[in-house]
């Protein structure tokens, strides 16, 4: 157990206690009469910050709302159509409350829970445990499958027992209805294979039935071989390729022959030129965006930081005489922080531009979508390109090897003559 504690212990400190969080955690171990171990740990943590004097701060904490320019939003009286004023002839600004600290937001909720299964997975390999966890849900793995329900204690005890409940009966129901639908995607997928060879074999019938010189090379190669050879100094393209095994496979560089419609070393010159062009073009915008993307995220990340202080600041100003000592006492951090955040915010903003959140945010989402679009089309044509590199090496060091074979059968000719004329 000392381990789990350890382990436990380093994973509270990190993503909790070093944020200023209360934890109290505990480890409980148990075994079912199946024999099966259930250890797992229950860690219960606070949501409300404690200040420096080492009191309980405030739970919620009072934001302005800011339009896309990034200016706070006045309060309009719809009789006078002026700014509404409280009874100490303060200036009324449209806010909200929220929360003083995101410790209780689903997207922390996601990284803890992604880091608590990292850390198991980590302390798993380490002990040799051939065991992986996974904290997403079958959505967002992209699993179609219907997850189970909570149990609870209760309906737990009496399953233990023998005894079915509505809430087992349901996750009963599901899993019958996961095996179904997976029986169901083998025998679709079964078909789509038989279904893809068919096309290929037809595909590969016809190219045979024309003299293609590539085909051919390809032929040599595998049957002296088995596979086709990558170049000791990887081309521009291959070396873009992490697992290169499938570009050795003789019948993957056939299919990608055959599917291309090349039958020729010309025309496989040809296609390699304009994916070349196609690739460089690609790259181009490819960068382009992602410069622009880079640097659309850097304007809202500092946003998110500088809105904030922002609208303290001006709230300081509004104020006038003891309201302002008062609230600017209480806002010391905050107001501190003002000039340097602003000076990185100008800093960031090109020639006049304005501060627009909303309007970077839409670029960005529209952005991130080109560039991934694009990412993806660009590693597809790289793909092609190493394919063609790998076949144009392989004719090369085909017809090297036969150069170097026809020599040293010549050469030993040569001897063989020479010994019987001298014999």
Known sequence: MTQAEEVVRDYVQRNFVDKGMCADWAIHDSEND?????????????????????????KQKKVYDLDENGER???????????????????????????STDWNSQEN?????????????????????????????????????EPTIHIGAVANALERKGIQTE????????IKNNMLLEQAK?????????????????????????????????????GRKGRLDLPIVSGKHLRKIADRTALQSADNAEKFITTR?????????????????????????????GQKLNRLKELSKMYALYAPIQA?????QSLKGFAKMKYDKEHKDSLSKYPEL???????????????????????????????????????????????????YNRKNLERELQNENRQHNRQQSRTKRREEEI
């Open 167 to 174: 809430r087992g009966n349901i996750n009963r129901e599901i």
């Open 109 to 145: 909720a996601k990284m803890w829970r992604k880091d608590l299964a990292d850390t198991i997975n980590a302390t798993n390999e380490q002990l040799g445990i051939a065991l992986h966890w996974e904290h997403r849900s079958f959505k967002e793995q992209g699993i179609d499958r």
């Open 261 to 289: 419609k090349i039958d020729s070393f010309e025309s496989l010159a040809n296609f390699t030129a304009d994916k070349e062009q196609k690739y460089s073009q690609l790259e181009t915008v490819h960068l382009s965006k």
């Open 34 to 58: 199946k024999g099966q171990r259930n250890l797992h740990i229950h860690v219960m943590l606070t949501l409300r910050p404690l200040t420096e004097k080492g009191e309980w701060g405030a």
């Open 342 to 392: 602003k000076e990185r915010m100008q800093s960031l903003l090109q020639n006049g531009e304005k501060i627009t959140p909303k309007q970077w945010k839409a670029e960005i989402q529209s952005l991130q979508s080109e560039y991934d679009s694009i990412g993806k089309e660009q590693t597809k044509t790289a793909t092609e390109l190493a394919y063609a590199e790998v076949i144009s």
């Open 73 to 99: 939003i006045p309060v309009i009286d719809k009789k006078t159509g002026q700014q509404k004023v409280d009874k100490r002839n303060r200036k009324q600004w449209k806010c909200h409350t929220a929360d």
């Open 186 to 222: 083998e025998m679709l997928m079964l078909a789509k294979q038989e279904l893809h060879s068919a096309q290929y074999a037809k595909i590969k019938n016809t190219a045979v039935s024309v003299k293609n010189e590539v085909m051919e090379m390809i032929a040599k190669v595998r």
């Open 312 to 316: 303290t600041y001006k709230e300081s």
